[in-house]
């Protein structure tokens, strides 16, 4: 990856928590989850403790990630990590699980965004004839309106045994659309919750 890739992917990843933050466009948010995989041995696992943790330099929208998750989550204690981390440096792994431990923990629910995007498609046109298809395509070209441009943010949610240090649930979702940070999250978490729940993750 040359400089001006590295560069335009530092600031995508900036604009995306300035953007989720914002009222990104007045609709509504659908999210869906993408793919996901559970350690076939987690399955009814007793999870007693789980801390939520939003990874973010962006004390705002951790905080709002972490609390709407962690009410959400059915079957287990969960815990918005800021309340037991508070400052703490994320980066700082042993510090961290030092105080997650210390507080009884037994598993983190770790969330990260991961990217953002724009989805564009045609609204309406027929495509099953010469004529139809072409005065569609023709239309996109010489009236903007006949594309609708839809934001698309990334999120990657992973579940770990903080005893064993081995993950147990991952799973991958996108949101179309979100019109603020806590409909994003509100969103995320309720699909994060059903897919833990529909695997029998956290009970």
């Known amino acids: ?120 498609t045609g609204v309406g046109g027929p495509y099953g004839t010469f004529d139809g298809y072409w005065g569609y395509a023709a239309g996109t070209v010489y009236d903007p309106g006949y594309l609708q441009t839809e934001t698309v943010v990334h999120m990657v949610s992973n579940l770990y045994s903080l005893e064993q240090n081995k993950l147990l649930w991952s799973g991958v979702s996108k949101t179309f659309d979100p019109a603020s940070a806590q409909a994003f999250m509100n969103d995320v978490s309720k699909a994060v919750a059903k897919s833990l729940e529909k695997e029998r993750v956290v009970l």
């Open 1 to 120: 990856m040359d400089a001006r890739a590295n560069e335009r992917a530092r600031v995508g990843l900036f604009a995306l928590g300035v953007v989720v933050l914002a009222a990104l466009v007045a609709s509504c948010a659908s999210t869906e989850m993408t793919s996901t995989w559970t350690d076939p041995t987690a399955k009814g696992a007793a999870l007693s403790k789980v801390a939520v943790v939003c990874m973010t330099n962006n004390a705002a929208l951790r905080r709002i990630a972490e609390n709407t998750t962690a009410a959400k989550l059915a079957g287990a204690q969960a815990i918005p990590s800021y309340q037991i981390l508070g400052d703490t440096d994320l980066r700082e792994v042993d510090t961290v699980k030092g105080k997650l431990q210390a507080a009884g923990i037994n598993a983190v629910l770790v969330m990260r965004m991961t990217g953002l995007s724009e989805q564009v």
